[in-house]
Each structure stands twice: as C-alpha cells, then as structure tokens.
C-alpha cells in the first residue's frame, strides 16, 4: 500500500506550503512510505485528485485544495483531518495502516475491544462505591442545602456577570476564527485561479509555436 500526496509546487500561497510542509514532515518522521503527486505541474494529477474526493469532503466551491491524502485508491483526508489524528495519536489508522512494533497507536479492533473491557470495570468499581457511599452523602446533604440557600442568593448577580463576560468573550473569539477561514479559503482560491491561467497561458503559447 503506498501514500499519496496530493500537492501543489508552486503554490504562492503561505498557508498551503505550511500546511503540505506539516504532512511531508510528520510522515517522513514516522519514516512511512509515500509519493509525493504535483497537481501544479501535472494536468492528470489535478483531475484525479478532484475526482476521487468524496463530495461530502469538497468546499462549497467544488474545488477540493492541497494538501489531499489517499491510500492507492482510497481517500484518507486533508490537512485538517490528518492534523486531528496527529493529535489523537490515530495516525496509522487515518493513513489505513498497521502501527509498527513498539508504537504508541492501538490498532482499531484491539482499542475497542479493551475499552469495552475498561468501561465494565469502571461500572463495577463505581457500583461498590456508590453504595458504601450513599449512607454518608444522605447525612451531608442537609448541611450542605442550607448553606447553599444563604450563599445561592449572593453568588447570583456576580455569576451573571461573570458568564456574560464569558458569551462576549466567546462570540468574539468565533467571530475571528471565521474571519481567518474565510481570508484563507480566498486566498487558497485565488492561488489555484492563478495555476489555472498559467498553465492556460502555457498551452496557447505550445499551440501557437506549433502552428
């Protein structure tokens, strides 16, 4: 099974060199075997790229952006999706892959079967707990009502305003992560608008020569 890397060359874009720069890295570190498959220089390249990624993986263009990871001829994802499993540890499993002797990553079926084996242990040992502590959670409650009733009504008014705060903090902050997409997705657009009239450019001087 080989990778492939779906890139672009000569992209004038910052962001898309970073981001194909962070894929080729990060593989050649776990020392995986991939190819690198230009779509800047190579017509057929780009077409196939297009084609074989899922619709429901496109932007609302059409227009899928590099970097795009496949496994021969099965889609893998794109830089944001490769990031995710980096950070989860699941790169093997992202890239279709059996982890190497000695890796952090747990294959799959392994990982569920010992989470469902955790989960049941969990529940036992929370069950034996749970009993011998109802006794003394019933004793403490009646303290702790109390004292919750004085204190509820102060804590109020500063809860309020604290968590409105918080809302302002937070539309804010999403305001200008949509405000980051939304540049990125124009600028990648136009550095692909940009491949697309050159290479048309090139063509028409190789017919006119030809002629």
């Known amino acids: 099974m080989v990778i492939k890397v779906f890139l672009a060359s000569a992209s004038g874009s ?3 060199k970073k981001k194909q720069q962070d894929v080729v890295g990060f593989l050649e570190a776990l020392k995986v075997d ?3 498959l230009d779509i800047a220089c190579n017509e057929d390249n780009r077409m196939w790229m297009r084609e074989n990624v899922p619709e ?3 932007p609302p263009n059409g227009i899928p952006l590099p970097p795009q990871i496949f496994n021969e001829e099965d889609y893998c994802g794109d830089y944001e999706t490769f990031f995710d499993a980096k950070e989860d540890n699941l790169v093997y499993s992202f890239l279709g892959l059996p982890p190497p002797p ?11 079967g010992n989470a469902h084996g955790e989960e049941e242990q969990v529940a036992d040992g929370e069950e034996e707990r749970g009993e011998g502590n109802e006794e003394e ?3 403490g409650e009646t303290a702790e ?3 919750a009733q004085g204190d509820g009504e102060e804590d109020t008014d500063g809860i309020t305003e604290e968590t409105q705060a918080q809302a302002e903090d937070a539309e804010g902050e999403e305001e200008e992560e949509e405000q980051e997409e939304e540049d990125l997705q124009s600028e990648e657009e136009e550095e692909l608008r940009q491949l697309e009239e050159e290479e048309e450019a090139e ?6 020569e030809a002629e």
Do not use: C, H, L, W
């Open 203 to 208: 063509a028409q001087e190789e017919e006119e």
């Open 14 to 16: 910052t962001a898309i």
């Open 56 to 58: 429901e993986k496109k």
């Open 137 to 139: 959670v019933a004793d």
């Open 145 to 147: 009502d109390e004292v």
């Open 102 to 112: 000695g890796s952090k990553e747990v294959p799959v079926v392994e990982r569920n």
């Open 34 to 36: 991939y190819t690198q």
